[in-house]
């Protein structure tokens, strides 16, 4: 086991760069467990490794600090084991490379206060639970072959780990990133939990390989979060988690940070769970192929009421702003926004049986398909009015057959109003004559009457020249629309 224990500080001394071998007669140890004054870290240029690993036997000691030149870096470490690394130091940072050959290489509660790089090194079994790194890290192309640590962890600054490979499980749970935080091409080949994780500021996963269970559960990412052209083989799980805001309105704040997945691709045997009341207004799915996305007890944003994805609000959020602050928003159109619509009601309605979000997003992807024939005017030009006209007032009488009493309410009044529209003879009759409340009495036992006869002429049943006839012809779509309504809904169920 490698561990690192009670606090020692390890530092640099400046010395030319030209000298490369060391004066002192070689020993197995030098006295007192320090490293040689006059071998240091600008004896090497930065690409540069150094002809001989450097040992230090750490045994017990009666003393709790040691000092070194510059570039302070404190660690943990327990009396009774030793620490062997292969070290390549450069100007700038303290650099550990190499392949750690011992079962364990622990780090925990350990303080790197300057910058650190553990760039192309390989560990077996790693450690670095509730270790704070105050300067930025760097785990560039590292390995790791066992199950490695980072619980509780804290990166003050930035760490990347661009290219990273990890073997088996790998813990980030309840770690913080208070930097930016880069997984840029890593490779995760069992299961990688980021439970409880906190990100404020950038987190990048673009072309990430998540081939075992992923959890991101109660993870909160507060800043942009990119999942761009990941590749998922295996179950990737969003339960609970923040993406940037738990309001559902999307237009209540600007449209800023958010969380993307353009170009992800889920093999046959994975999947991209959403579910735990996760909040959706900040999540694009733009370029997303969501046929394997599940949708499970989610929170959708909302513009108008009804349940919808953030590019449309990026949309709405044009027209509010100038066309300065216009060019930091995605560059979104409406036939963008209509293919995501689109996919996102058939994966609601074929998997998920989630039949009011489905209905919902039928809705925007109409109001969408008349935005596009509209083609960026107030008015669609001659070529697209008809079916432009259609859509409108398919809208008016069902909310594009989204809506049973839409079409009831609109009958409803048709007949009343065709009923009187039959009174008014027999009114104009009775001003001539006399007009009293007798009269208004007759008027309103015959009024009934003509209520059926609407009836009778609203259903086809009744076919008098006249108004029957007008009737006849406004009741068609009125009718359609209800029996497509209905239709819509039995067949959900």
């Known amino acids: 086991m490698v561990s690192v224990s009670s606090i020692f500080k390890i530092r640099t001394q400046a010395r ?51 000092q070194y030149s510059r570039g302070m870096h404190t660690f943990s470490r327990r009396r009774s084991q030793r620490v062997h690394s292969l070290i390549k130091p450069n100007s700038e940072a303290m650099r550990y490379s190499g392949v750690m050959n011992s079962r364990e290489t622990s780090f925990r509660n350990s303080k790197f206060l300057e910058e650190v790089s553990f760039s192309g090194s390989k560990f077996q079994r790693a450690a670095f639970d509730k270790a704070e790194f105050s300067g930025d890290a760097s785990f560039r192309t590292a390995e790791f072959s066992r199950l490695v640590s980072f619980r509780y962890t804290k990166f003050l600054k930035n760490v990347v780990f661009h290219g990273a490979q990890f073997s088996r499980s790998a813990m ?44 991101f559960h109660e993870t909160r990412f507060k800043g942009p979060t990119h999942f761009d052209g990941s590749k998922i083989i295996g ?5 609970s988690t923040f993406f940037q805001t738990k309001e559902d309105q999307i237009l209540s704040s600007p449209i800023e940070k958010h969380t993307s997945f353009d170009e992800i691709k889920v093999d046959r045997g ?14 694009s799915l733009h370029h997303a192929d969501i046929g394997r996305f599940s949708f499970l007890d989610v929170r959708w944003g909302r513009l108008g009421g009804r349940a919808s994805v953030m590019e449309h609000g990026i949309l709405e959020e044009r027209k509010r702003r ?38 919902d997003f039928f809705i925007n992807e109409k109001e969408m398909r008349k935005l596009i ?9 001659p070529r697209n009015l008809p079916e432009w006209s259609i859509l409108k007032l398919y809208a008016w009488l069902a909310l594009y057959g989204e809506s049973i009493m839409r079409p009831v309410t609109w009958g409803v009044v048709a007949v009343f109003v065709f009923a009187a529209l039959r009174m008014v003879p027999f009114v104009l009759q009775t001003i001539d004559s006399s007009f009293n409340l007798q009269t208004i009495c007759r008027l309103a036992r015959l009024f009934p009457d003509f209520v059926m006869q609407s009836v009778m002429a609203f259903f086809q049943m009744r076919s008098e020249p006249g108004l029957d006839i007008l009737e006849r012809l406004i009741s068609v779509p009125i009718l359609g629309s209800l029996f497509i309504a209905l239709k819509r809904k039995f067949e959900r169920r």
Not at 36 to 60: G, I, K, M, V
Not at 191 to 211: P, Y
Not at 271 to 281: A, I, K, L, N, W
């Open 373 to 381: 024939l509209q083609e960026g005017r107030r008015w669609p030009p």
């Open 322 to 359: 100038s066309k300065d602050a216009e060019l930091a928003l995605p560059d979104i159109t409406p036939e963008h926004v209509h293919q995501i619509y689109v996919r996102l009601r058939r994966n609601l309605e074929r998997s998920a049986g989630r039949y009011p979000e489905a209905g």
């Open 270 to 283: 994975g999947e991209v769970r959403f579910e735990g009341g996760t909040c959706m207004s900040r999540v």
């Open 16 to 66: 030319p760069r030209n000298s490369t071998h060391c004066s002192q007669p070689k020993s197995r140890e030098c006295s007192k467990t320090q490293l040689c004054p006059q071998l240091t870290s600008e004896d090497f240029d930065s690409q540069d490794q150094l002809t001989s690993s450097a040992r230090l036997d750490l045994r017990r000691k009666s003393t709790s600090q040691r």
């Open 235 to 239: 179950l990737v799980t969003f339960w």
């Open 172 to 215: 980030f749970s309840r770690a913080k990133f208070l930097g930016n935080a880069s997984f840029t091409d890593s490779k995760f080949s069992s299961l990688v939990s980021f439970r409880g994780c906190e990100f404020s500021s950038n987190a990048i996963f673009r072309r990430t390989q998540f081939s075992g269970d992923s959890i």
